[in-house]
């Protein structure tokens, strides 16, 4: 399975430049011109790598990468930063930065750091893990998660969860001992625009629990009063 790569650039070349030299390594490329819609990409979908730029229409690289970060989402960043700017490079380690590239660059160049960052930072990477058939697998407990097929198996036998319920439940597995607000949940799986209540987030977790309830014992969803949730599995494989 190639890897995933969310470049966020608004510059049409660069972006085409960007494309191009990724696919012809091999990597999925997704393109996203607008930093608005970029984080909104970044939160709900899973990818192994995002190139960022600074300067975007809507938020800018600092405050994507920030929200990001205060959200859990670790996800390795490279960002773009012009040539001679050391406060841009500052600012972008300080927000959780994995990595930067000045402007203009080498493709050689751009290849080596992308290739850097996915090496030092897979074997790090909370939960994931690689099986033979080289499917992605989030494991916690007695849980495997398959993000790409939206299967969940507890004990080796299939839990059949709806969709916004599979996306809860991958939302708070990424995130485990971390306390995730109702309105991550709320922004995230349903989006910034739902116009429903954060009842529909406590209606879905409780519908997990039950479903989950014969693994109680490796794996709960805590209720934060006034809060949130959070997910804490007593024991979690690599």
């Known amino acids: 399975m190639p890897h995933k790569i969310l470049v966020i650039?608004?510059?049409?070349?660069?972006?085409?430049?960007?494309?191009?030299?990724?696919?012809?390594?091999?990597?999925?490329?997704?393109?996203?011109?607008?930093?608005?819609e970029g984080l909104q990409t970044a939160l709900q979908q899973a990818h192994d790598l995002i190139?960022?730029?600074?300067?975007?229409?809507?938020?800018?690289?600092?405050?994507?990468l920030a929200r990001l970060r205060?959200?859990?989402?670790?996800?390795?960043?490279?960002?773009?930063?012009?040539?001679?700017?050391?406060?841009?490079?500052?600012?972008g380690l300080k927000y959780g930065a994995d990595d930067y590239i000045t402007k203009p660059f080498g493709v050689a160049e751009l290849l080596a750091r992308v290739?850097?960052?996915?090496?030092?930072?897979?074997?790090?990477?909370?939960?994931a893990e690689?099986?033979?058939?080289?499917?992605k697998v989030i494991t916690a407990g007695e849980l495997r998660i398959y993000p790409e097929k939206y299967e969940v198996l507890l004990h080796g036998e299939s839990i059949p969860l709806r969709p916004k319920e599979f996306e809860v439940l991958l939302y708070l597995v990424q995130?485990?001992?971390v306390v995730v607000?109702?309105?991550?949940?709320?922004?995230?799986?349903?989006?910034?625009?739902y116009i429903g209540g954060q009842r529909t987030v406590d209606v879905h977790v409780s519908s997990l629990r039950k479903?989950?309830?014969?693994?109680?014992?490796?794996?709960?969803?805590?209720?934060?009063?006034?809060?949130?949730?959070k997910l804490v599995a007593q024991s979690v494989r690599k």
Do not use: C
């Open 9 to 36: 650039e608004d510059e049409p070349t660069l972006a085409r430049l960007l494309s191009y030299n990724l696919s012809q390594e091999g990597y999925g490329i997704t393109i996203v011109d607008h930093g608005g």
């Open 130 to 135: 690689q099986e033979q058939t080289g499917e």
């Open 211 to 229: 479903k989950l309830e014969m693994n109680q014992e490796s794996v709960q969803i805590d209720s934060i009063r006034g809060v949130g949730y």
């Open 181 to 193: 607000t109702r309105d991550d949940l709320m922004n995230v799986v349903w989006g910034f625009d």
């Open 51 to 64: 190139i960022l730029d600074i300067m975007l229409p809507g938020l800018n690289g600092f405050e994507i």
């Open 70 to 91: 205060q959200k859990g989402v670790r996800t390795p960043v490279i960002i773009l930063t012009a040539r001679n700017a050391e406060e841009e490079v500052v600012q």
């Open 175 to 177: 995130r485990p001992g």
């Open 115 to 127: 290739s850097a960052v996915l090496r030092r930072t897979q074997a790090d990477a909370p939960f």
